[in-house]
Every structure is written in structure tokens, then in C-alpha cells.
């Protein structure tokens, strides 16, 4: 009994260690620019679920400007990988998938 008490313990403080830190407000604008870039059909649209979930989540915290903001670049990114053709759109392929990959993940 007293073996599963401490593994209760240790489980506990392992799942506390490993909630995430708070995010900046530059944090979060940078998570929503990359959720626009996961839902442009232009350049192959992603699940983006866990991100639809981290910032619905994250958003609560944050002011009505920020969240605005964050729609804007949503909706910036998208309409930009929409119409991005050649160099521009291999730059934003390369963008996604390393700057917005631990977002995309959702932590």
C-alpha cells in the first residue's frame, strides 16, 4: 500500500512539472498566424484541432485586443498561403513546418 501511495505521489508531480508555462501574448500571435498557415488550402490544409483548442484555451487569459489581433493574423496567413505561389509558398511550407510545428502539436 504504502508503494502505490508513493507512485500516486510521484505520477502527481510529474503530470504538474509537466503543464506547460504560461505563454506570451507575442506567443500567442505567433500560434495564431500558424494556425492560419495549417488551414490554407494552398498549401495543404492540416488538423487543426489541438491548435483550435490550445488558443481557444490560451485566449480566455488574454485582452480583447490581443485576441483580435490573433484573428487578423489567422485570417492574414491564410489568405497569404492561399495565394502563394513558387519561392513564396516553399517559404511558408519551410515556416510551418519548423516555427509552427511545436504549436501545431499544441503543446
Known sequence: MKMLTI????????AGAAQAAPITNLQYLQA?????????????????AAIDAFLR????????AVRTSAVNRMT???NEANKAEGG???KLLAERGSQ????LAAR
Open 7 to 14: 507512485a500516486v505521489v510521484a505520477v502527481s508531480a510529474l
Open 32 to 48: 495564431a498566424r500558424c494556425r492560419g498557415l495549417a488551414a490554407s488550402e494552398g498549401l495543404g490544409k492540416l488538423d487543426t
Open 57 to 64: 484555451t490560451e485566449g480566455s487569459a488574454r485582452d480583447l
Open 76 to 78: 492574414s496567413a491564410m
Open 88 to 90: 513564396k509558398k516553399e
Open 100 to 103: 509552427c510545428g511545436e504549436w
